[in-house]
């Protein structure tokens, strides 16, 4: 009962599409070692089984093997994912896993359309599994220390009244690409994925499901933005935070209170110098093939890219 003592104190929160630079922003954030962020093992499994506790904290920690044998298993099946988005045991992680413990997620949809369960969790308010979560942050926090976390789920775009609510001191920080570059590159990338879960895979059907479903996360995000405090909440466009990328990280900094000291410049240099775009080789997109009407949803998309100042993306 001790880890409600611990306090989630003014964590860094990332909400944003898929394939609109949250990876690498969370990523480049995360590499400050005066950050706590969630490694994907621990994201899998929070707390050890009682009787593996006296290995936690030991690279004998069964945790590490099972998730490193699960993602051999997902590299055999899909040996390209990691051009669209690398995975390996200890890659920062969303916690949005978290959230599917207490069945408040949208990762169940990126296994197959479900559009019932979308339904479902859209009826509900959240705001109960946003507190579930941090309870388990709490847990992790007492099990592994760690002081601020830094946090990212593209599933917060259409919670910001709960997501402000269960982290009311966060920073905030939304990210924004020309909506149908997104449509595009996360129905190529789910209907790759989805050979793990469907049998035939129909990437029109499954691009279109999710067209429809980031269309309703935007409108959401919309709708709510101004429930995030402006004056610690940011949006930050895809093109220029690729242009600099540690310039917005030192406007983060400085929006957030976080010290931009000598230890976080070196990480987050060191970050940027290993991780380039692209290391696994390039994807290759084919419009076509998953059936996206480009102008149509650029035309549906419009009020939200004037909004934000977006520009579009060539197609």
Same mark, same amino acid.
């Given at each position: 009962?001790?880890?409600?003592?611990?306090?989630?104190?003014?964590?860094?929160?990332?909400?944003?599409?898929?394939?609109?630079?949250?990876?690498?922003?969370?990523?480049?954030?995360?590499?400050?070692?005066?950050?706590?962020?969630?490694?994907?093992?621990?994201?899998?499994?929070?707390?050890?089984?009682?009787?593996?506790?006296?290995?936690?904290?030991?690279?004998?920690?069964?945790? %590490? +093997? $099972? &998730?490193?044998?699960?993602?051999?298993?997902?590299?055999?099946?899909?040996?390209?994912?990691?051009? *669209?988005?690398? /995975?390996?045991?200890?890659?920062?992680?969303?916690?949005?896993?978290?959230?599917?413990?207490?069945?408040?997620?949208?990762?169940?949809?990126?296994?197959?359309?479900?559009?019932?369960?979308?339904?479902?969790?859209?009826?509900?308010?959240?705001?109960?599994?946003?507190?579930?979560?941090?309870?388990?942050?709490?847990?992790?926090?007492?099990?592994?220390?760690?002081?601020?976390?830094?946090?990212?789920?593209?599933?917060?775009?259409?919670?910001?009244?709960? %997501? +402000? $609510? &269960?982290?009311?001191?966060?920073?905030?920080?939304?990210?924004?690409?020309?909506?149908?570059?997104? *449509?595009?590159? /996360?129905?190529?990338?789910?209907?790759?994925?989805?050979?793990?879960?469907?049998?035939?895979?129909?990437?029109?059907?499954?691009?279109?499901?999710?067209?429809?479903?980031?269309?309703?996360?935007?409108?959401?995000?919309?709708?709510?933005?101004?429930?995030?405090?402006?004056?610690?909440?940011?949006?930050?466009?895809?093109?220029?935070?690729?242009?600099?990328?540690?310039?917005?990280?030192?406007?983060?900094?400085?929006?957030?209170?976080?010290?931009?000291?000598? +230890?976080?410049?070196?990480?987050?240099?060191?970050?940027?110098?290993?991780?380039?775009?692209?290391?696994?080789?390039?994807?290759?997109?084919?419009?076509?093939?998953?059936?996206?009407?480009?102008?149509?949803?650029?035309?549906?998309?419009?009020?939200?890219?004037?909004?934000?100042?977006?520009?579009?993306?060539?197609?």
């Amino acid at each position: 009962p001790e880890i409600h003592d611990i306090e989630i104190a003014a964590p860094i929160v990332i909400a944003g599409l898929p394939r609109t630079g949250t990876t690498h922003l969370h990523n480049l954030i995360s590499a400050d070692p005066a950050l706590r962020s969630l490694p994907y093992w621990e994201s899998q499994q929070p707390v050890p089984l009682q009787s593996e506790a006296s290995l936690a904290k030991t690279p004998e920690d069964p945790r %590490l +093997a $099972r &998730t490193e044998g699960g993602l051999q298993v997902m590299n055999m099946i899909m040996p390209d994912f990691n051009r *669209m988005h690398e /995975m390996t045991t200890w890659h920062v992680h969303e916690e949005i896993q978290i959230l599917a413990i207490d069945f408040s997620t949208m990762m169940f949809e990126t296994m197959a359309p479900m559009p019932t369960w979308r339904d479902y969790y859209k009826s509900h308010d959240q705001t109960p599994h946003y507190e579930y979560m941090k309870t388990v942050l709490k847990a992790c926090q007492f099990l592994r220390g760690g002081d601020r976390w830094i946090l990212k789920s593209p599933q917060h775009l259409e919670q910001f009244g709960p %997501l +402000a $609510r &269960t982290f009311p001191d966060a920073t905030f920080l939304v990210t924004h690409r020309d909506p149908v570059s997104v *449509m595009v590159s /996360m129905g190529t990338m789910v209907s790759y994925s989805a050979r793990i879960s469907l049998s035939p895979v129909d990437p029109v059907a499954i691009s279109n499901y999710w067209a429809d479903r980031l269309d309703d996360m935007l409108n959401a995000a919309m709708r709510d933005r101004e429930l995030l405090p402006a004056s610690r909440s940011m949006d930050i466009r895809f093109d220029q935070f690729m242009a600099d990328d540690l310039g917005t990280i030192r406007s983060i900094y400085e929006l957030a209170g976080q010290p931009m000291d000598a +230890a976080a410049e070196a990480a987050l240099a060191n970050y940027g110098a290993t991780h380039e775009r692209e290391r696994f080789g390039k994807v290759i997109y084919d419009v076509d093939q998953i059936g996206i009407d480009v102008a149509a949803r650029r035309e549906q998309m419009r009020s939200y890219s004037e909004r934000f100042g977006i520009p579009d993306e060539p197609w």
